[in-house]
């Protein structure tokens, strides 16, 4: 696979049925190793071990329904009193983070009222925080780490 803008981590990974399988320690699993899919677990390390995130915090690929359509989340953090920290969406190594992209994780964002969004490809990672009652946002060059 592509190495990829983050830390390099020891996944565990194998061989299933001619399928390479990668271990999700959210989801505690096994999954089909699709080059989102390899974003995703390198999110998902860095949001735990560099940002410092309580792994029981992270949820991944949970369904949420948007203006009546079953749409997919990729990652979203809690923090510890409920609320929605961070919205991420994960996108290919292999494909460009554009405007649609971005206009994407904003919809999901509407529902689930997010602190902050990161949006990568696992070369390009965009950061925002967002203003819900102003309903702006702003750039940021990272998120902040975990805070108790």
């Not at 271990?23 to 998902?44: A, C, G, M, T």
């Not at 990672?125 to 780490?145: G, R, V």
């Amino acid at each position: 696979m592509q190495l990829l803008n983050f830390p390099a981590y020891d996944f565990r990974v194998k061989n299933k049925e001619n399928k390479i399988l990668i271990f999700d320690i959210i989801r505690k699993k096994f999954v089909v190793l699709q080059p989102e899919e390899w974003v995703r677990q390198h999110v998902i390390r860095w949001l735990i071990e560099q940002k410092k995130f309580p792994a029981s915090l992270i949820n991944v690929e949970k369904k949420i329904t948007i203006n009546g359509l079953t749409k997919r989340y990729d990652i979203v953090v809690f923090t510890p009193n409920g609320s929605i920290e961070l919205l991420v969406e994960c996108k290919a190594y292999t494909q460009r983070l554009s405007q649609e992209v971005f206009d994407q994780v904003a919809r999901y964002n509407l529902q689930i009222r997010a602190r902050y969004l990161m949006l990568t490809n696992g070369l390009q990672h965009y950061f925002c925080k967002l203003d819900l009652d102003e309903e702006k946002y702003a750039f940021l060059e990272q998120i902040p780490d975990f805070r108790r």
